[in-house]
Every structure is written in structure tokens, then in C-alpha cells.
């Protein structure tokens, strides 16, 4: 694998982090509001 290769699936990985944790939110604070 290239290095370049390698970096963008790093920052796809972070981005997958990114959604997952907009998604825990998201869901945490419409059962907050239940």
C-alpha cells in the first residue's frame, strides 16, 4: 500500500469516527427529550 493510500483511508476512518459519534449524539439527545 502507498502512503498516500494509507493516509486517505486513515482520514476515512476518522470521518467513519466523526459520523458515528454525530450519530450517538443524535439518538442520545432524542431520548433525552422522550
Known sequence: ???L???SEMQ???R???VLN???SK???E???I
Open 27 to 29: 439518538v442520545g439527545a
Open 5 to 7: 493510500g494509507h493516509i
Open 22 to 24: 454525530l450519530l450517538r
Open 1 to 3: 500500500m502507498t502512503l
Open 12 to 14: 476515512g476512518d476518522i
Open 16 to 18: 467513519r469516527q466523526e
Open 31 to 33: 431520548r433525552t427529550n
